[in-house]
Every structure is written in C-alpha cells, then in structure tokens.
C-alpha cells in the first residue's frame, strides 16, 4: 500500500508565503500522477495543482503565477510553494496520488490559514 503524509502548512498574512511538502511510502513505483487538492469551509473541493509521472504541471487559474508545485523523485516527494497568499487560499489541502486501476490516495490533510 502507498501512504502519503503532508507536512508544512500553517498560518501567513495576506502577501506572505507558505509550502507543503508530501512524502510517498510504501509500493510508489505504480504511481502515475500526483497533485494538490484544497477544500474551503462550505466550498466544494477544488483542484489546485497537478504533476505527472511524464512531469506535466498543471494549475487552476487561481493560483497561477503565485503557485509552484514540484516533484522530487528520490525522495518520492512532491511540494507546494505557495507565494502572494490571499485570504481565499484559506483551507485544508488534500495531497493525492492515482496508481495503475485510477486508485486515488490521499494524504491526511493539512490546513492552510491567511489572514487580512
């Protein structure tokens, strides 16, 4: 099995910085893409970022220009470097992974907080 655990997170002003990292264990040789999702009080969870085993990097316009997701694949671990935070990045970010059969992984989550 792959577990994933995200670490980094916490608090910021708005303009300030922050960075996730996620770390793959276990059998990761099967994985084809990872990325960020991030899910808001009362909003649905949103795609943030994407990066694939061919090391496509996709974002969502929200975060283009401020978001960097990048992957380290020695250490089986991806980033989030997060600059210009606004207050609507405000929620909990959900790293996944997709292995052969489309099985989707998801780290345990890790909050993200910006204030005005």
């Known amino acids: 099995q792959v577990q994933l655990v995200e670490s980094g997170g916490g608090l910021a002003q708005a303009g300030g910085s922050l960075s996730l990292s996620c770390a793959a264990s276990?059998?990761?040789?099967?994985?084809?893409?990872m990325g960020w999702y991030r899910q808001a009080p009362g909003k649905q969870r949103e795609l943030v970022a994407t990066?694939?085993?061919?090391?496509?990097?996709d974002y969502i316009d929200a975060v283009k220009g401020r978001f960097t997701v990048s992957g380290d694949h020695a250490k089986q671990t991806i980033y989030l470097q997060m600059h210009t935070l606004k207050s609507e990045d405000s929620a909990i970010y959900f790293c996944y992974a997709t292995r052969m059969g489309d099985i989707i992984i998801w780290g345990q989550g890790i909050q993200v907080n910006v204030s005005s």
């Open positions: 990066i694939t085993q061919a090391g496509k990097i």
């Open positions: 276990g059998s990761t040789s099967l994985i084809k893409k």
